[in-house]
């Protein structure tokens, strides 16, 4: 691969798990073009946890189901470790998820006719693991996760919190390089946000790499790198620098009036 | 800084540095730490509004020190204070002032500012969640105001999303 490519802040010279590159995304309803994508370039390294931020309809959710093979780009290239996969077919970008990438969503996505352990070891079961080998991983997942009383369970009588958390595990039973992530917070009070988070950053140190749709700030600042998306186009893509130890910046925030 | 030591002070009298330890550990390691010299300065001028009054005390190893007590004018005052609805909103906001005004004049582009201002933004949050995860779950002052100023930065950052939607 050429070395030629933008490089950013953060990124130094680990190889790249996902790169993106002039990724157009064009939709048409009823004879109008909506050019939700206008040559997107992006960068993620293995193990990077970036957060995708920015208005409504400036492009995120797209951004992610493209990268994620839900929906095909308009013109572009993906490359995912090292592989050119844009050109793939449904089927192939179906083998590509199972094998490789992880899918979070806000409104968790779970089968409703299938008990909480059999949606977590559905796709060990599609990637061609033996049941017991499936049953092995699951068990370990919603340990993990604090649920695994639940496993006999329908998703429906979970709290949403809970939803999320076997959303999480589904999402992790395969060991996925890559956890794509759409507002997983989002639809989750603070205490469930805040476990959800404790999860993710635990995931990120596993070495899992997470790209992540957010607008919750308190989740993109737990990332390596913000990308901030307009209108299509990524606006600005910055680490994030932490303020050293003392207090000055919290000190602007947290000023007592008197 | 004048009316949370008129309200230690409400409790018991105390002494400069005394203020100083209790605003500390009400409020937890997110609240700036008080500056000691700023102390003695806002006690000394409180004394002068007549609000509060001091006498030394002997101590037999050290300087003597100082001790402060509220007078009813003090009181009252602080009644006053705990009384009336504090400000709402920040209308004045320094960024936006910036963002609106430096393009006029042709010392910045728009984008930038922001970009500048999100990743200011960001860093803080970084370090209120760090703060967040650090604090004590039974200290539900220092927690609150962790959670406030993370709410606050929030808000932030969702107004500077529609300034960018309008603006640029």
Known sequence: MRRSEPRWPGVGDTPALLRARKLVKVYRADGVEVEALRGVDLELAIGEFVAIMGPSGSGKSTLLHVLGGLAPATSGEIWLRGQRVDGLSTAGWAILRRRHIGFVFQFFNLLSNMTVADNVELPALLAGANPRQARRRREELLAELGIADKAGAAPARLSGGEQQRVALARALANEPSLLLADEPTGNLDSSNTRDVLRLLRRVHAGGQAILMVTHDARVASLADRVINLFDGMVADDAAIVPIPRGLNGVRDVLELRG | ?168
């Open chain 2, 1 to 168: 800084m004048r009316q949370p030591l008129l309200a230690l002070l409400a409790k018991e009298p105390a002494h400069g540095y005394e203020l100083k330890l209790a605003l500390e550990q009400t409020f937890g390691q997110a609240y700036p730490s008080p500056n000691i010299g700023q102390i003695y300065v806002t006690l000394k001028r409180l004394e002068q509004d007549g609000l509060v009054c001091s006498q030394d005390v002997e101590q037999t190893t050290r300087p003597n020190k100082r001790v402060y007590e509220l007078t009813s004018a003090g009181r009252e005052a602080l009644r006053a204070w705990v009384e009336e609805p504090s400000d709402g909103p920040r209308i004045r906001d320094e960024f936006f002032i910036k963002l609106i005004l430096a393009p006029m004049a042709g010392l910045a582009d728009r984008i930038a500012l922001m970009n500048a201002q999100r990743r200011h933004y960001l860093s803080l949050m970084r370090k209120l969640t760090d703060l967040q995860a650090d604090a004590d779950r039974a200290d539900a002052p220092a927690r609150l105001l962790i959670e406030g100023a993370v709410l606050h930065l929030q808000a932030d950052l969702d107004w500077l999303e529609r300034c960018q939607e309008e603006l640029v």
